[in-house]
């Protein structure tokens, strides 16, 4: 007996050590599919328009995103169902018409983030933007297809976030922007746009962003009412890495603007970085952009993919559906016309239209459905902003429709 006790504690402390790296996974593959290539083009593009108002939007959206994913991973990781199986409890076909609409806008969000990729390998090797895209989809298509993809992906996304950070604070030194100015409007704002901060809140929780965290929790087996306080720790965490990263960007961004350099609408985050750092800072803006671009890929791909199966799907049967939605989304990427600057914006002010409908399906469950969530009685507090949340994203969704088609129009 005493033989084994030794075996015994490590097999304990191996189990601990992998739900650590599940949750952080789980984490970061939420903040790093939120910290995409759209997500750094949105950040500029609106720092550069309307400067330091900018950071009142940042606000905002941190904490309509707070409240969106406290309630969507308690509800997904309590009941340990994806969402569109949560959605078909409900109503059936509910969850797969909510899996169509993930699925579109993971195709359209995917083909955003290939561009991304090539557009950072151009900046930082010179290659050309569309042999960089295909490199990308193929580092991505070995990740999912190596013997150990969960944990291939959760150590892949906990490094690229820790890498994106460094990066950024960086860069916000640099730079050295008015801070104290950041600071007064971020309350006291000059300038508020509901179309900027709609596509804020779609860039970092909309479409399938929202249950990327949630839906890789309970892949990993981290689901269950005697994991919450876990699943709301890790998520609320996963938002404010993903905020930091953009404040800092934001900063960083702001500081150059600040000086009255003149920038071009083409690609304002390249042409700040280089503003700031000349030769230099085109290479830092193409591994940044480049490995935002990436983690995005490997979580479009994940999450999108857990829309069409559910955790009794086989191993080879997933395999499949990533390869295919990799495959569909680089031939797609590859004869685009698109301008990219325009798309990655357009993806997020998409994914902001669609989230009030996946979020009205996580309340009603947290609302009517205790069943669901095996017996657990859900805070009323957490319901109610919840609701409070909703109610924004639905405004804010509508009114974003007509910025949306003038985008496209003139795009």
Known sequence: MAETAPAS????????????????GAMFLMATSAVGPGFITQTATFTHQIGAAFAFAILISVLIDIAVQLNVWRVIGVSGLYAQQLGNRILPGVGWALAVLIFFGGIVFNIGNIAGAGMGLNALAGLDARVGGAISVAIALLIFLSKKAGIALDRVVVACGAVLILLMVYMAITTAPPVGEALRQTVLPEQVDFFIITTLVGGTVGGYITYAGAHRLIASGNSGPENVKAISRTSVMGIMVASIIRFLLFLAILGVVATGVSLTEDNVAAEAFGAALGEIGLRVFGLVFWVAAITSILGATFTTVSFLTTKNTTERTKTIYFAAF?????????????????????????????????????????????????????PKWLLIIGLLAWGLTLYMGANSLTGLAELWMTG
Do not use: H
């Open 9 to 24: 504690a490590e097999s304990i402390k191996k189990l601990a050590r992998t739900r650590r790296t599940a949750l952080l």
């Open 326 to 378: 990799l495959a569909l989304t680089c031939g797609v990427f590859l004869t685009l016309g698109q301008a990219p600057q325009t798309l990655l914006i357009m993806a997020g002010a998409f994914n902001g239209v669609v989230l009030p409908l996946g979020f009205t399906v996580v309340l009603y469950v947290a609302w009517r459905r205790r069943d669901l969530l095996q017996g657990y009685v859900y």
